[in-house]
């Protein structure tokens, strides 16, 4: 019989190893921070949901409802999906709280794993973390242009650099629909040149020709026509405006008529952040999102518009890893308790919660017998004071407490030890 070889995590999933936790923290607590002063709530929503809620949601010409939902059916008959995005679950959640009666905006921010099944590659996962900030119930520019401007201080504290935001407006229902009919018509005057991808798309959602990154498809792209010129009044209003409160803000963004992004939700603003680098540029956006006035409704709530985006935790800390991030060490113990036979063993263990109770850090091996074994971890730790325990120490009610950098030692009863070294550490 063969060995079966070892198990490993599922393809494009990772562990989140203890030396990475760091990272994770460190964003979380940024955000945090951010969403506060901004008086964003959060929201966890489950990690599973209806399918239906990201087809009908997302869209099912999309990429994430077409190749990378897991979905699946219960036992009991329901066809469920491990939630690929953040948005369509907090627009449920909206939706069955009966939010829109609460005063409007509503503002939440999340953050958690998503999945997708996407080919693995640098920046792209099939299980990853997002964070995500969503208004909901305000139509006005401002929250556009604020939403742009929460993603960009996050990473800003995060000492990311070279920001770039990129920024397209996609119309509305009103405008949409014949800009696409134009586009359809441009781009069926030359689907010779187009890739099999694109040929499909032009039957499917037209839009989506423009951000295909296929070399074969460049030359016609570039000359398609664009989106800005077919505005209506009020997507070019609303547009223009968050432009102006870009400016005012002086965050740098880059007009940019091929981002139409994945998702079939968005109306109006659409935008990316990423960051201006080699490594940057390598792994794609840090940030997306934008406006989607009609999900609500097309999630069969009543109209509400709405903007939000997130941003891919992964792609983040593989640009932090480059960069001395400043964490603080956690400070280790300042005392070991060393024992030294099964009597002294027993009393260590309740010993040991004198300390705790006292918030008093103490280190211990107490799986291990050898008095050297427990003195050289002592060491390496780096503690001030080591007790030891010996047998005729736990018999006398003893215990010996050396001072790690002298080398001097001294007797004392067990009883007084934890007192001591309170005030000893002082
Ligand atoms: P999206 O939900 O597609 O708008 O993506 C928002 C952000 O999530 C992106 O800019 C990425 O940072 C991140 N992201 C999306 N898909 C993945 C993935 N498969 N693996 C890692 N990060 C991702």
């Known amino acids: 019989m063969t060995r079966r070889s070892k198990f490993q995590s599922p393809t494009g999933m990772h562990d989140i190893l203890p030396r990475d936790q760091q990272y994770y923290d460190k964003i979380y607590s940024v955000i945090e ?38 979905s699946f059916k219960t036992k009991g008959g329901d066809y469920l999906t491990l939630r ?19 005063p409007q905006p509503v503002k939440f921010w999340y953050f958690g794993p998503f999945f997708r099944h996407e080919k693995p590659q640098a920046g792209r996962y099939r299980q990853f973390y997002q964070f995500g900030f969503e208004t909901l119930g305000e139509q006005s520019s401002v929250v556009d242009a604020q939403i742009i401007l929460i993603f960009f ?18 119309g509305d229902s009103s405008c949409r629909p014949y800009y696409k009919k134009v586009l359809a018509g441009y781009f069926r005057s030359r689907e010779s040149a187009l890739c099999a991808d694109c040929r ?10 423009l951000d295909c990154k296929e070399e074969k498809c460049q030359p016609a792209i570039s000359m398609a026509p664009q989106i800005l010129d077919h505005l209506c009044d009020e997507c070019h209003q609303h547009f223009k405006e968050v432009l102006e409160f870009l400016d005012e803000l002086e965050l740098p963004y880059q007009l940019n008529p091929y981002l139409v992004r994945g998702l079939d939700y968005y109306t109006k603003t659409v935008f990316e952040i990423f960051e201006n680098t080699e490594k940057g540029k390598s792994q794609g956006a840090l940030v997306g999102g934008g406006r989607y006035d009609n999900l609500i409704k097309v999630l069969r709530g009543n109209e509400t518009p709405a903007c939000g985006a997130a941003a891919g935790i992964e792609r983040m800390i593989s640009i932090m890893r ?3 991030m400043g964490f603080r060490r956690r400070s280790g113990p300042d005392v070991f308790l060393a024992q030294l036979g099964p009597l002294a063993k027993r009393k260590s263990l309740k010993l040991l919660e004198e300390f705790r109770e006292e918030k008093i850090q103490v280190g211990e091996l107490l799986g291990k017998d050898s008095l050297k074994a427990q003195l050289n971890r002592a060491n390496k730790m ?36 934890v007192k001591k070294l309170k005030k000893m550490l002082r």
């Open 322 to 324: 480059q960069r001395p």
């Open 84 to 102: 690929p995005e953040g948005t369509a679950p907090v627009a449920r959640a909206f939706i069955q709280y009966g939010m829109q009666n609460r």
């Open 200 to 209: 499909k798309r032009l039957k499917q959602n037209p839009l989506r020709i």
């Open 382 to 417: 780096g503690v001030k004071y080591t007790l030891i325990f010996g047998q005729k120490e736990a018999l006398e009610e003893k215990i010996i407490i050396r001072d790690m950098a002298t080398g001097k030692q001294k007797i004392m009863p067990v009883k007084k030890i």
């Open 33 to 70: 921070e951010i969403a506060d002063f901004y008086g964003f709530s959060k929201i966890d929503t489950p990690i599973i949901e209806e399918a239906e809620l990201f087809e009908r949601g997302v869209g099912l010409s999309t990429d994430i409802v077409q190749k990378q939902m897991f």
């Open 153 to 170: 201080n996050i990473l800003k504290n995060l000492k990311f650099k070279d920001l770039i935001i990129g920024i397209n407006s996609i």
